[in-house]
């Protein structure tokens, strides 16, 4: 799983720190990119802005999403994933903390791949990321890289 990324979206330093520290506990090999905004997820994705000149050809093995973010939503990220050829096939997970019914159904008529509820206690989240890493980078086969020029 060396030089596979996962992309972690998350405005809230807390959740931010909760989620690096069930990751990291996992030992995984992936580098974890943080990003705070939704406007710098896409900007990370497509190599723009603060990004300009990364290798877009490389790109995360899933998406964390959080829904509440500054600048574009979780769920307006999610539909310019969708939108774009290079990303439209990249797993994406909403780990959030809303329970709202509009957002749950709003992720999935934009093709989430899956919606996560962070759980407050730590070892319940601790948990779900166990759950989380063994489906999406173990058992999960994700879909082919887009070819250049595709």
Same mark, same amino acid.
């Given at each position: 799983?060396?030089?596979?990324? !996962?992309?972690?979206?998350?405005? *809230?330093?807390? %959740? ?7 990751? *990291? ?10 990003? $705070?905004?939704? #406007?710098?997820?896409l900007?990370?994705? &497509?190599?723009?802005?603060p990004?300009?000149?990364? %290798?877009?050809?490389?790109q =995360?093995? !899933? ?7 500054? @600048? ?8 310019? !994933? ?5 990303? @439209?096939?990249?797993?994406?997970? !909403? ?14 008529? *934009? ?5 996560? $509820? @962070?759980?407050?206690?730590?070892? #319940? &989240? %601790?948990?779900?990321? @166990? #759950? ?8 999960? $086969?994700? =879909? ?7």
């Amino acid at each position: 799983m060396e030089d596979k990324v !996962i992309l972690l979206v998350e405005d *809230n330093p807390d %959740d931010e720190e909760l989620t690096l520290r069930a990751l *990291n506990k996992r030992r995984l090999a992936n580098i974890i990119v943080v990003v $705070r905004d939704g #406007q710098e997820a896409l900007d990370y994705l &497509f190599g723009e802005g603060p990004h300009l000149g990364r %290798d877009t050809h490389i790109q =995360p093995e !899933i998406v964390l999403l959080d829904i509440r973010l500054p @600048k574009l939503s979780g769920i307006e990220v999610l539909k310019r !994933i969708r939108a774009d050829k290079r990303t @439209k096939m990249l797993p994406v997970i !909403i780990l959030t903390s809303s329970e709202e019914e509009q957002d749950l159904c709003a992720a999935y008529n *934009n093709h989430v791949n899956s919606y996560i $509820r @962070k759980p407050v206690d730590f070892d #319940q &989240f %601790d948990d779900a990321v @166990k #759950q989380l890493e063994l489906y999406w980078l173990v058992l999960n $086969r994700p =879909p082919p890289k887009p070819k250049e020029g595709f």
